[in-house]
């Protein structure tokens, strides 16, 4: 059956991979800043900025059968350098517009529904220099696990959890073939990760082949959240 999903933020790295393959049997909403990346694609394009504007709920389905919200930021630095700015401007693209966007869309959600969010392996892995978003994407995964126990058994809710992913949102960290050799390094696998290796995970847990998980944060890290190879 084609599912109705929307996409929130779309239009560029794990999202723009997700809704190219989604997109081919579902029909897909996305609701972002641009739809520059979306023109061959058979989607449905809302214009939408997380941080500013209200999600226009007219232009979507009576009935919605899967959510992603994938803005988020990177923000590395030691935590003397940290601002409560840059701590404030963390939690509001990755968890209050997160939140905003769960509350107007949640009547729409349709029983068995599912809703994937994104968090960083730096929760569970402490990771110097990740203090910020770490809190930030911390308060997604608690909050994922709250979601699936109050609507369970009507929605899953479940989180993806990457390592370092080369997508325009990490382009200051993988900008060289140096600054990649080292990155990949680090990995136990030996690679970064790529948009759809975090998108085949996210669309699967949209999906009916996990109807069996919920309040789960699923670890796709090349390894470095639980083995240490040197």
Same mark, same amino acid.
């Given at each position: 059956m084609s599912k109705n999903i929307l996409l929130i933020g779309g239009s560029h790295g794990i999202g723009l991979s997700m809704a190219r393959e989604l997109s081919k049997t579902n029909n897909v909403y996305i609701a972002s800043r641009t739809k520059d990346e979306l023109g061959a694609l058979d989607v449905t394009h809302i214009p939408f900025d997380a941080l500013t504007d209200e999600l226009d709920t007219s232009k979507l389905p009576e009935e919605l059968h899967g959510f992603a919200y994938c803005p988020g930021s990177i923000n590395l630095k030691p935590f003397k350098m940290?601002?409560?700015? /840059? +701590?404030?401007?963390?939690?509001?693209?990755?968890?209050?517009?997160?939140?905003?966007?769960?509350?107007?869309?949640?009547? #729409?959600?349709?029983?068995?529904?599912?809703?994937?969010?994104?968090? /960083?392996?730096?929760v569970g892995t402490g990771m110097p +220099?990740? /203090?910020?978003?770490?809190?930030? #994407?911390?308060?997604?995964?608690? +909050?994922? !696990?709250?979601?699936?126990?109050?609507?369970?058994? !009507?929605?899953?809710?479940?989180?993806?959890?990457?390592?370092?992913?080369? /997508?325009?949102?990490?382009?200051?960290?993988?900008?060289?073939? #140096? !600054?990649?050799?080292?990155?990949?390094e680090r990995h136990p696998l030996k690679r970064v990760g790529n948009a759809s290796d975090i998108a085949n995970i996210a669309i699967f847990l949209l999906g009916d082949e996990s109807t069996w998980m919920t309040g789960q944060v699923v670890g796709v890290n090349g390894g470095i959240g639980s083995l240490n190879v040197t």
């Open positions: 940290m601002s409560m700015d /840059t +701590f404030n401007e963390d939690m509001q693209i990755n968890f209050f517009s997160l939140v905003r966007c769960v509350k107007d869309i949640i009547p #729409k959600m349709s029983d068995g529904a599912s809703m994937v969010f994104f968090s /960083t392996v730096a +220099f990740h /203090t910020s978003v770490a809190a930030a #994407k911390g308060a997604i995964e608690g +909050f994922a !696990k709250s979601m699936a126990a109050e609507y369970a058994p !009507k929605l899953r809710v479940n989180v993806v959890a990457p390592s370092l992913v080369d /997508t325009p949102l990490a382009g200051r960290l993988l900008n060289n073939d #140096k !600054k990649k050799e080292m990155m990949a």
